[in-house]
C-alpha cells in the first residue's frame, strides 16, 4: 500500500489535510494522527471494517479493545449506555484532556471495537488537528497507538513512519507529543471507579475529583500476581525495546556505581546502554550510548522522551540497556509503569 504523508501544523491547519484524512476513515481506510499523548492509527469507530483494518495494521490481537476518540462532550451520548454522574464529573473536568473513561456500551459500537465487551472506552483529546480530524470524519475515531504492537508508541511523525509506512492509508505529521504518555483509563463500570492505566491526570487529581478511586491490583501491584488486567491491553508485552531492558532501583550512588560496573566490565562485543538523568549522563563512560532522560526535576521532559528514547536503543543495536529509576512525584507512576512493562518487570534492586 502507498501511505500518503502530510505535514500539518497544529497552529495553522490546514483544511484541506484535515478533508483529505477525513475522506478515507469515512471511506472505511485508516489515518495516523497526532494527539497530546501519543500518536493514534484511526478509523471509523463505528465501522467494524475499519477496527478490522487496525488490528492488522498493528498486528494486534483482536481481543484488545480500541479507544473510541470524540470531539465534543455530547458524543458520549450515542455510544454510551448509563454515565454515572462521576463519570461526567471527571470527564468534564480533564476533557478534552489525556484522560479515558469506560462506560456501558450501546449497540452501536460493533464488537469489532470493543474487542466483544459490552463497554466502550471512550476519550476528547486535546490536540487541534486529533479535534479536527474526529469532527470532520463523523465524531467518532477508533484509535490505538500507532505503532506495531508491542513496540514503543509513537511520539513523532518519524516514530509513526518507521511503524506504518506501507501499512496504512494516510500519516499526518505534527511533530512531536507534548505528553509522551499514553491516556489514564478509568473505569466506571463498577461501583468504586477503578484506574486501569496510570497517565498525565494522575491518581491525586481523580481522587482530588472522585473521593475514593481503585486501582487495578493486576496494574499497579509490587509483584506479579498473575491477574489479568481489567484493560486487555495491559497483559500484553509492551513498549519493549529489542534489546534487554533492566531497571536499577536504589540509592542514587549505588545505582550510578551498579550501572557503571556493568558498562565497564563488557568485553564481549555486547552494546550497553544507559537511560540517565541529565545529571548522572557523565557518570557511563563505558556504556556504548547514554540517553539524556531529561532532568530528574522536570518530569514532563523524561515522560515526553521516554518511547524516543527506547527506540533509540533499538536504532543503535543496543543489546543491553540498563534504567535509573524515576519515582517523579506527579508522573512517576505513569513513567515507571512505562518502564517496568518495557523491562518485563526486571528490576534490579541495589
Ligand atoms: O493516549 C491514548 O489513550 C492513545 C491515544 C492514541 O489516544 N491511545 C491508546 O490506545 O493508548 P491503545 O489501544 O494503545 O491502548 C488502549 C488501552 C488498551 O490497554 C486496551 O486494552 C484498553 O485501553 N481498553 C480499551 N477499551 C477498553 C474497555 N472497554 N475495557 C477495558 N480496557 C479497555
Ligand atoms: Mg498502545
Not at 456501558?104 to 486529533?130: C, E, M, Q, Y
Not at 548522572?280 to 532522560?293: E, F, K, M, Q, S
Request: charged share 25%; glycine share 8%.
Amino acid at each position: 500500500m502507498n501511505t500518503i504523508y502530510r505535514k500539518i501544523d497544529a497552529d495553522n491547519i490546514d483544511k484541506e489535510v484535515i478533508k483529505e484524512a477525513a475522506d478515507i476513515i469515512r471511506s472505511g481506510g485508516l489515518v495516523a494522527f497526532p494527539t497530546e499523548t501519543v500518536y493514534g492509527l484511526g478509523g471509523d469507530a463505528l465501522n467494524p471494517g475499519s477496527s478490522a483494518k487496525i488490528y492488522e495494521a498493528k498486528g494486534r490481537p483482536s481481543d484488545n479493545p480500541l479507544i473510541v476518540h470524540i470531539a465534543e462532550f455530547d458524543s458520549i451520548y450515542r455510544i454510551a449506555d448509563s454515565i454515572p454522574q462521576a463519570a461526567e464529573k471527571l470527564a468534564k473536568k480533564y476533557w478534552p484532556g489525556p484522560l479515558t473513561i469506560i462506560l456501558k456500551k450501546k449497540p452501536v459500537v460493533p464488537d469489532a471495537t470493543t474487542g466483544g465487551l459490552d463497554t466502550v472506552a471512550i476519550r476528547f483529546p486535546s490536540h487541534p488537528v486529533a479535534r479536527e480530524l474526529i469532527r470532520e470524519s463523523g465524531g467518532y475515531i477508533a484509535a490505538p497507538s500507532a505503532n506495531i504492537s508491542g513496540r514503543p508508541s509513537p511520539t513523532t511523525g518519524r516514530h509513526v513512519t518507521e511503524d506504518m509506512d506501507g501499512r496504512i492509508d494516510m500519516i499526518m505529521d505534527s511533530g512531536s507529543c507534548d505528553i509522551g504518555l499514553e491516556s489514564t483509563i478509568v473505569d466506571f463500570t463498577s461501583e468504586i471507579p477503578m484506574m486501569l492505566r496510570p497517565g498525565y491526570v494522575n491518581e491525586k487529581m481523580l481522587t482530588d475529583v472522585l473521593g475514593q478511586v481503585e486501582k487495578d491490583p493486576a496494574v499497579f501491584g509490587e509483584t506479579l500476581t498473575g491477574q489479568r488486567p481489567k484493560a486487555p491491553g495491559m497483559k500484553y508485552r509492551h513498549y519493549a525495546p529489542k534489546g534487554t531492558l533492566a531497571i536499577v532501583s536504589g540509592d542514587t550512588e549505588k545505582v550510578i556505581s551498579y550501572i557503571a560496573g556493568r558498562t565497564d566490565k563488557k568485553t564481549d562485543g555486547t552494546r550497553i546502554a544507559v537511560l540517565a538523568s541529565t545529571t548522572n549522563t557523565g557518570r557511563y563512560p563505558g556504556a556504548d550510548l547514554v540517553l539524556d532522560t531529561g532532568d530528574i526535576d522536570n518530569e514532563t521532559a523524561i515522560a515526553s522522551r521516554l518511547y524516543d528514547n527506547l527506540r533509540r536503543c533499538d536504532e543503535e543495536n543496543i543489546d543491553e540497556i540498563y534504567s535509573e529509576e524515576f519515582n517523579t512525584p506527579c508522573l512517576g507512576q505513569a513513567i515507571m509503569n512505562r518502564l517496568i512493562k518495557a523491562a518485563g518487570h526486571n528490576i534490579i534492586k541495589v
